[in-house]
Structure formats: structure tokens, C-alpha cells
């Protein structure tokens, strides 16, 4: 062994033991190499040593999937092979305190509808009969506006309200309040007694996206460290796989990553537009540090849900226009979603089996002008309109429909 090459593997002894941490075990392989005259034993395990600088050296693992999706006029029409089916439900308007104005989020337990609206927190049956609406005001156990709902591992519904989490049991009674740090929180999720934060407001004082939050201790551990830019222009995405961990995205992002036990992020997939043949608006530059595969992102992708392995629905955004999409993992294909690019029908939840949207019945009637492709679409227009139909006065509140890909 040469001078120079014992010189080179002390050197990256000292940097991995002193630098990086690495336990003896690394130590006591260098020490063989040292023994070794082999040339290409050592020539392998002195890259085996750079590519472990390299990975400690940054703390988002690079492993994922990237999907690449068509662009809007290549779109297809759903087709014979994804079998799609669907419910509608009508929901109550027995009394003022059940209207909606809109719907925005939508959670489903034990036969339940916990709904988040513009007036608040709602509760209804699978049937759709109205049961209560959780009390808004200033008073004890009263919250100013809801900008998230989630249902716990302990059968218990949180509610976020500006710098405070509000606790309710599955019918509606008060339970406690939970004070967080002074900050513009607008989504979160519930991992283990921690609560995942996010924030679209970067300061210097609010340096980070995401930050996990221990009620108890105060503790606050930040995640995605993110750029200062207009609260206009940001979009979050924060869900439940059904592998059970939890994605987000950042603004701008076409990476969707995942929050390890050890509170490291890791990349799990991508969506990249396929513009091979023509070129997009123009590109809109991607303020997420931590993702360096691109330069640039041509779109933004969120409500973006994991069907059973087979499909991804979400919806893809560029400019001022937005496309509710089906994506078929299996073959890299791209198709509108049942509702063909119509644009009154809002996401606003999912379970295990269904994607649940809603819709005003005053688009209902412009619904029905639509041309519509596939046979099951059509039949869901016919079924909306009998709906409003059946009562020319409605105004009341909005219709959901249940949707499944198979």
C-alpha cells in the first residue's frame, strides 16, 4: 500500500469517526483495509466510505418514485378498464343551525360525518340527518373559526383555531383546549402524543414549514425548512397514507415526503409533468431547499390521495387552471376523474374505500349541460338532477358524492 493511499483512508477514518459520528465498527474496517493488498478490495470499500459521507451529509433520503403525468391536452377519458362507482348523499336542512354554506373538509367514524364548513364544525349521520354543530364564539369551550379537523387515535375530535387545538368527544362535548406557540398554523395531523404543524408564514422567527409540537413539554422540533414569500401563493398538502405514515408537500413541490420515527424526512414520490414534446407556461420557480432534483416546477399537485396501490387521484394545477385527475400507477396513464374536469365538484375527504366531493345544486343544472364521456359520469348528472328536480326551490345545503376507482 502506497503512502498516499494510507495517508487518504486515515483522513476518511478521522472525518467519518470525528465528523459523522460513525460507530467503531467503521473504525475496526478501515483498520482491515490497512492489512489488505488487494487493489480491489480496496478500491470497493473506499467507495462503500464516500458514498457514506455522502449520505450523512444530507438528511432527506433521495429514494423515491417519480411519476410522470401527461400534460392537460393529453389527457384521456376514463375508459373501460377502471371500474367507477358512486353514492349520493343529501344531507338535512331541518333547521338554520344545518346549513352549510360550503364544505370544505370532511371526516368519517363509526358511521359519522364530522364536516368543517365556513359556519364550522358539523355533525351528521351516514344517512345525512343533522345531529349538531360544535358552539363558535368566545365563551369556554367555544373556538373562533375552524381551519382544520382531525379525529384522534383516541376516538376524540381536535379541531385547529388559530393558535389553539380544541378538544371535542365523537358527540360534540367540550373536552380541553391545547395552547400552541403564537404562530399561523392553518393544517395538522396527530402522530403519537405530538401534533404535526404547518405554517404557509416563513419569518425569521418562523424559519421552518413544519414543526412537530409536544403539548406537554412545549417542545418544538422543526421540519421543513422553507423561504419567505406571499401567504397568496402557498398551498399545503398534509395526509395519511394508507400505509399508515403521514405526506406532505411544501409550495410548489411536486415531492410528497414522509416524517421517519427518528423525525428525519424522506422522499417517497413525485409528480413531474411530461413535457418532452412542447413546452408549459413558464416555469415557476420551486421554493423547497431540501429538493434538489429539479430547478424548476411546472405545476402544483395537492389533494393527492394513495388508491389502494393502483391509482393516485389529486388534483394538478397550472396557472389559473386546475384538473382533477386519475393516475395509474401501473402504467404511467393519465385520465380525467369522473367529473371531467368540471369544476364546481370539491374534494373534501376520503376513507378507506371512497373519495368523497360536494357540490352546490346551483351547478347542478349547469352539471347537466356538460357532454360528458363516460357513461357512469352521465348517470351521476341524471341522478343530481333528479335531485333539484324534485325541489325547484332548493338552496339548501351541498350534495356529496361518494366516489370509488377500481
Known amino acids: ?200 408564514r416563513i419569518t425569521n422567527k418562523t424559519t421552518h414549514f413544519f414543526y412537530l409540537f409536544e403539548p406537554h413539554t412545549k417542545e418544538e422540533i422543526p421540519i421543513m425548512q422553507g423561504v419567505e414569500r406571499p401567504l397568496s401563493q402557498f398551498n399545503f398538502n398534509l395526509f395519511a397514507d394508507i400505509e399508515g405514515f403521514y405526506c406532505f408537500t411544501t409550495p410548489y413541490s411536486g415531492t410528497y415526503y414522509k416524517l421517519e420515527d427518528d423525525f428525519s424526512v424522506q422522499k417517497v414520490f413525485r409528480f413531474e409533468p411530461s413535457i418532452s414534446e412542447e413546452k408549459l407556461l413558464e416555469p415557476i420557480v420551486e421554493y423547497d431547499k431540501m429538493d434538489n432534483l429539479s430547478e424548476h416546477c411546472y405545476g402544483m399537485f395537492y389533494h393527492c390521495r394513495n388508491l389502494k396501490n393502483k391509482y393516485f387521484s389529486l388534483k394538478v394545477s397550472y396557472g389559473n387552471k386546475a384538473w382533477d385527475i386519475i393516475y395509474d400507477i401501473r402504467n404511467g396513464a393519465t385520465f380525467y376523474n369522473i367529473f371531467e374536469g368540471f369544476p364546481s365538484a370539491v374534494f373534501i375527504g376520503n376513507d378507506d374505500e371512497w373519495l368523497y366531493y360536494s357540490i352546490s345544486p346551483v351547478f347542478i343544472e349547469k352539471m347537466a349541460e356538460k357532454e360528458f364521456k363516460n357513461d357512469v359520469a352521465k348517470n351521476l348528472v341524471k341522478d343530481l338532477y333528479k335531485i333539484i328536480e324534485s325541489d325547484p326551490q332548493r338552496e339548501g345545503n351541498p350534495i356529496i358524492i361518494k366516489v370509488k376507482y377500481e
Do not use: W
Not at 483512508?9 to 474496517?29: A, E, N, P, Q
Not at 438528511?59 to 418514485?65: F, L, Q
Not at 349520493?88 to 360550503?102: G, I
Not at 371526516?107 to 355533525?123: F, P, T, W
Open 1 to 200: 500500500m502506497s503512502v498516499s493511499d494510507e495517508h487518504l483512508i486515515s483522513s476518511l477514518v478521522y472525518f467519518l469517526k470525528y465528523r459523522f459520528g460513525i460507530l467503531k465498527k467503521m473504525c475496526s474496517l478501515c483498520y482491515i483495509i490497512n492489512m489488505k493488498k488487494n487493489m480491489k478490495k480496496k478500491s470497493v470499500v473506499l467507495i462503500l466510505l464516500v458514498q457514506i459521507i455522502l449520505s450523512c451529509a444530507n438528511n432527506v433520503d433521495t429514494r423515491m418514485n417519480v411519476y410522470s403525468l401527461a400534460v392537460p391536452k393529453h389527457y384521456k377519458y376514463l375508459d373501460s378498464n377502471i371500474k367507477v362507482s358512486y353514492e349520493v348523499l343529501v344531507l338535512d336542512v331541518c333547521n338554520e343551525d344545518a346549513l352549510l354554506p360550503n364544505i370544505s373538509e370532511l371526516h368519517i367514524h363509526n358511521n359519522k360525518l364530522y364536516i368543517r364548513a365556513e359556519g364550522g364544525v358539523y355533525i351528521f349521520d351516514d344517512k345525512g340527518n343533522y345531529i349538531d354543530k360544535l358552539e363558535q364564539g368566545r365563551g369556554p369551550g367555544e373556538f373562533l373559526g375552524a381551519s382544520d379537523i382531525l379525529i384522534n387515535e383516541d376516538e376524540e375530535l381536535e379541531v385547529l383555531s388559530r393558535t389553539d387545538i380544541y378538544k371535542f368527544t365523537l358527540n360534540g362535548d367540550f373536552i380541553d383546549k391545547v395552547q400552541l406557540p403564537k404562530r399561523l398554523f392553518v393544517e395538522f395531523a396527530k402522530i403519537g402524543n405530538k401534533y404535526l404543524l404547518s405554517t404557509p
